[in-house]
T-cell receptor, first 112, second 114 residues
């Protein structure tokens, strides 16, 4: 199993550009999550999904959108990139509620 | 709102010394508690988890943590530090019925010196 994979690893965006961060998992996990990590701040939950077709906001959803059409994929969309979205983004998945989450390697995004 | 506090953003120990990383949570309901480790430029890896079974939890790489309800703490320890333990450590909490959403502490960077 590849586990949780994320693409791209690095990306530089200009203010106002849009992009999609890709996330895939091959463990047949129902739950998937997007976090952002900023220095000294830990990880903050952006969006999460409890199954295909079901998504919900986390702690810091503004400026982002998600979709979940299949169990395997959970892309994160940035519509109008802003410098405040410069961060490292992690995707994670979990088999069932109250279980451990498995993390991808992250995408480092810089908005200039 | 639930929160997790990690005391000390940086901890430095000598190789072979005891490692103690502190974590306190704020909640009146039973939590699920996790410690994750992050090596440079990598994702997070689970060290150990508490899910209401034994209060002393053993994890990978010789780490363990003890759940103390009276102190609302879940400190991470390792008897003897190794150079390879240098990394950032995150404590996290989730609760029943919340789709396993994790609330993370701000992290503690462990430095191991010769």
């Amino acid at each position: 199993n590849a586990g949780v994979t994320q693409t791209p690893k690095f990306r530089i965006l200009k203010i106002g550009q849009s992009m999609t961060l890709q996330c895939a998992q091959d463990m047949n996990h129902n739950y998937m999550y997007w976090y952002r990590q900023d220095p000294g701040m830990g990880l903050k939950l952006i969006y999460y999904s409890v199954g295909a077709g079901i998504t919900d906001k986390g702690e810091v959803p503004n400026g982002y959108n998600v979709s979940r059409s299949t169990t395997e994929y959970f892309p994160l969309r940035l519509e109008l990139a802003a410098p405040s979205q410069t961060s490292v983004y992690f995707c994670a998945s979990s088999y069932r509620t109250d279980n451990e989450q498995f993390f991808g390697p992250g995408t480092r995004l810089t908005v200039l | 709102a639930q929160s997790v506090t990690q005391l000390g953003s940086h901890v430095s120990v000598s190789e072979g010394a005891l490692v103690l990383l502190r974590c306190n949570y704020s909640s009146s309901v039973p939590p699920y508690l996790f410690w994750y480790v992050q090596y440079p430029n990598q994702g997070l890896q689970l060290l150990l988890k508490y899910t209401s079974a034994a209060t002393l939890v053993k994890g990978i790489n010789g780490f363990e943590a003890e759940f103390k309800k009276s102190e609302t703490s879940f400190h991470l320890t390792k008897p003897s530090a190794h150079m390879s333990d240098a990394a950032e450590y995150f404590c996290a909490v989730s609760y029943t019925g919340t789709a396993s959403k994790l609330t993370f502490g701000t992290g503690t960077r462990l430095q191991v010196t010769l």
